[in-house]
C-alpha cells in the first residue's frame, strides 16, 4: 500500500480482496491508505468490514451469486432436460481443476459430451464483483443498505448476466452453451466501451 496508494481512490482504480485476502487483510490497507493520505475515503477499496464502509453481504456474494446462476440456468431449461446435470463453476475455474486440470475450452467439451449444462466461472463466478460494485455505490452515496437489499439486487444482477449468456448463446445458435454466451456478452460490452471513447 506505500506504494499503491498513489494509484488508487474512489474516483481512480478501487482495489478488492481475493483468494488468501479478506476483510482483515483489506481492513489493514484501508489503515495504512487512510495514514498515507490523511483521508478517510471508504470508496478506496472494497471488502471491507461493514464497520469501514463496507457491504453486508460480501463475504457470502460469491457463493451466493453461484447460486442464484444455477437457479436461473436450471429454471429456464425445457422439458427434454429435465432430469439434466448442471456444473456451475462458482469459485474462480474450480470446475476446470476438478476435471484433471483441462483448459476451459476442454472441461466445456467434456462436460458437454456427457450432456451436462456448464455454467463458466467467468459468468457464474461473478457475485463477489457485483457486490463490490454494491459496495461502490453504498460509498459513494454515504449509504449502508441492508443484507436483504444487497442480496436482492446480487440476484438481479445474476440473473442478468444469465439472460445476456443464454441470449447470445441462442441468437448465435449454439443454445445451452454458456461459455460461449459469456464470451460474447462480455467481448460486445468491452467492444462498445471502446467504441465509446472513439477507438474503432
Do not use: W
Given at each position: 500500500m506505500s506504494e499503491l496508494y498513489h494509484f488508487i481512490g474512489e474516483n481512480r482504480d478501487v482495489p478488492a480482496g481475493d483468494i488468501g485476502v479478506g476483510a482483515r487483510e483489506i481492513g489493514y490497507l484501508?489503515?495504512?491508505?487512510?495514514?498515507?493520505?490523511?483521508?478517510?475515503?471508504?470508496?478506496?477499496?472494497?471488502?471491507?468490514?461493514?464497520?469501514?464502509?463496507?457491504?453486508?453481504?460480501?463475504?457470502?456474494?460469491?457463493?451466493?451469486?453461484?447460486?442464484?446462476?444455477?437457479?436461473?440456468?436450471?429454471?429456464?431449461?425445457?422439458?427434454?432436460?429435465?432430469?439434466?446435470?448442471?456444473?456451475?463453476?462458482?469459485?474462480?475455474?474450480?470446475?476446470?481443476?476438478?476435471?484433471?486440470?483441462?483448459?476451459?475450452?476442454?472441461?466445456?467439451?467434456?462436460?458437454?459430451?456427457?450432456?451436462?449444462?456448464?455454467?463458466?466461472?467467468?459468468?457464474?463466478?461473478?457475485?463477489?464483483?457485483?457486490?463490490?460494485?454494491?459496495?461502490?455505490?453504498q460509498n459513494a452515496s454515504l449509504q449502508s443498505w441492508s443484507f436483504s437489499e444487497v442480496d436482492r439486487q446480487l440476484q438481479a444482477i445474476m440473473a442478468t448476466i444469465h439472460q445476456d449468456c443464454q441470449f447470445y448463446a441462442q441468437k448465435h445458435k449454439r443454445p445451452k452453451d454458456y461459455v460461449f454466451g459469456a464470451n460474447v456478452a462480455g467481448f460486445l460490452r468491452v467492444a462498445d466501451a471502446v467504441h465509446s471513447y472513439g477507438v474503432i
Open positions: 484501508f489503515g495504512q491508505c487512510k495514514r498515507l493520505t490523511h483521508r478517510f475515503e471508504s470508496g478506496a477499496l472494497t471488502g471491507k468490514k461493514a464497520s469501514l464502509g463496507g457491504s453486508l453481504a460480501r463475504t457470502e456474494a460469491t457463493g451466493f451469486g453461484a447460486v442464484y446462476f444455477a437457479k436461473a440456468m436450471l429454471g429456464t431449461v425445457s422439458e427434454s432436460l429435465q432430469g439434466k446435470t448442471a456444473v456451475v463453476s462458482g469459485s474462480g475455474n474450480v470446475a476446470i481443476y476438478c476435471a484433471k486440470k483441462l483448459t476451459e475450452l476442454e472441461a466445456k467439451t467434456l462436460f458437454q459430451n456427457k450432456d451436462l449444462l456448464f455454467a463458466p466461472g467467468k459468468a457464474a463466478n461473478a457475485g463477489g464483483v457485483a457486490v463490490s460494485a454494491l459496495e461502490m455505490q
